[in-house]
């Protein structure tokens, strides 16, 4: 994956069943001494996208990576960066104040302080898609999916080839209107 | 007894655990709570390593965490996730004998076990642990660190007995290992008329259960009743199968009480164990004496190739040079294999993941099943992969867990200096003592068992 903002994690809703395995998968991924089992684990489990249920249907939420990111330009301290294209959380700078959660047009941040947990009190952080720059095989989420839910989006790539698809579209028109005269 | 429940208050309704019941024991409508069918629950908790729907702060907030810990009675040192799907746990009572000084605590632990127990001390997935196992549970304060694989070698030397009196007595065939209790219950359930077929054999769990109250509790010059036995599983439906009523041969309840291999290392981490640093200790002597073919019980398989080890000797009276049975080896739903024992051709079948179990029971029910001996077991790779094992964050990892569980076991049993049950010095030394002969008359009034039938 290369190239800016052209790439996110995007989930269908039709295939999406609500299991939460996706949410697991990407705690497991990124959380220090966390390793392949349930009983590795002594911290709560916060993971970097968030399954959202409606009347009708359920899906992950997560960061799209934007060009002209809002929580990137919100952020006050430099808590966010932008790293091989992605938005990314850059060490401990995060200082709660939440404006990239609510700069964000998609609810795919999540800051973790008091308010959902009292022990984080004064020690909040800002919890976000990475795309797993450094898991072979690509984002934890996409792999775990049971139902394959879940794709990278290569933006770029899709473009082209709807671009690709209208074309053709053109020319079969174009064939088989020279069959009518 | 309810072993397998679903949380209500946590089941998102995804229905994947809807995928992996064998015996479609779950049902609800999607996207709403599931419920588990009690009657047809075999208990086998694939459910259980399944579910991901977890207790989430920023969902039901941080009280629920603690409120579903308490309810599952769960010590306050688990920090982990807790899902929808859980077994009930037992692992509270254990707790409360530990500090019982009145009670004569013996603890067993299935072969499966020591190749788990230390993924969730963060070592790698299928570490062999038998000797910081022993090590961990004797400062748990167990009076005496017994073992199931010792029982694994016995439970061999019964159902090799048994199963060579069949072939050559015209008895039912084929037989079917027994040491599966989600299988046996699954065969109650479904199939009363055909558990004449099911060895008579209990588990290695219920023998060791009633040879430590009786020939244990005799070596160790302390009373029965005093006897409190603990077995380690990697299997939800060992804590039913114990409850059985029948299950009381000892004079008293052969198991007082089972616990998961996830709940030991809630236990070891709750009294500050860390099984990972433990130095490596040995089994009690003798009844933790155990061989390879005890060993490998926890693979699919496993059985099988044990009984094989011993069979061939029983049958023949040479001892089978060479004692690894690839035939018998792999994961594949239903294998089957010939064995030439002298001038009987053993037809033997391995049945793994009771999603399998039908065609062969339509050929048991048509007559045209060709074997005189099946071992079947209700997980998908049999104990190792139990609904009690370590269960993993993601199911990409779900394969080379199994698979590096399974080759510690084969490693393990390759390296002891014993691999043949019936070559066992404490299975020699509980014959001329205190059982006879396999399938004697003590070992059918301590060590088989009968099924609801018909």
Known sequence: MSGEGAYFVLADPEKCTGCRACEVACFAAHRQGVLKTVGTVTTPLIPNLYLTRTGTITMPIQCHHCENAPCLQSCLTGALE??????????????GCRNCALACPFGAIQIAGAEILPELAGAASVFKC???????????????????????????????????????????????????? | MAVIQIDKDICTGCQECTKVCPVYAIEGNPGEAQTVVAERCVMCGQCVQKCKSYVSLIDHGP????????????????????????????LAELIKVLDDPSLFTIVQAAPAVRVGIAEDFGLPLGSLASGK???GLRRLGFKKVYDTNFSADLT?????????????????????????????????????ELTKHLSSCKSPQQMAGAVFKTYGAKLDAVEGAKVYNVSVMPCTCKTFEAAREEMNSSGWQDIDVVITTREL???????????????????????????????????TGGVMEAAIRTGYTLITGKELKDVDINAVRGNEGF???EIKAGDLTLKV????????????????????????????????????SGGGQPKLLSDTDTAEAYQSRRKATYDHDKALPKRKSHESGAIKKIYAEFLEKPNGHKSHELLHTSYKSE
């Open chain 1, 82 to 95: 932008r790293k091989n294209g992605s938005v990314v959380v850059n060490g401990n700078k995060c200082i």
């Open chain 1, 130 to 181: 990475d795309l797993c720059p450094d898991r072979e095989g690509g984002p934890a989420c996409v792999a775990t999916c049971p139902n394959e839910a879940l794709r990278v989006v290569d933006t770029e790539e899709e473009l082209r080839e709807k671009r690709i698809r209208s074309s053709e579209a053109a020319e079969a028109i174009q064939v088989s209107g020279k069959g009518v005269q």
């Open chain 2, 63 to 90: 009280e629920m965490y603690n409120k579903k810990r308490e309810e599952r009675m769960l010590p306050e040192t688990v920090r982990e996730p807790l899902f929808a799907a859980h077994n009930v746990s037992h």
């Open chain 2, 133 to 135: 196992m022993a090590a």
């Open chain 2, 156 to 192: 061999i030397m019964e159902e090799g007995t048994e199963l060579v009196k069949r072939v050559t007595e015209k008895g039912v065939l084929p037989m079917f290992t027994s040491c599966c209790p989600g299988w046996v219950r699954y065969m109650e359930n479904t199939h009363p």
């Open chain 2, 265 to 299: 290392g809630y236990l070891l981490k709750y009294k500050g164990i860390d099984l990972a640093t433990m130095p490596d200790e040995e089994f009690d002597m003798p009844l933790g004496e155990y061989t390879g073919a005890g060993a490998i019980f926890g693979v």
């Open chain 2, 335 to 337: 294998r089957r294999a």
């Open chain 2, 349 to 384: 079948g391995v049945v793994t993941n009771l999603k399998n179990i039908d065609p062969v029971i339509e050929q048991l029910q048509a007559g045209t099943l060709d074997a005189h001996f099946v071992e079947v077991m209700t997980c998908p790779e049999g104990c190792i």
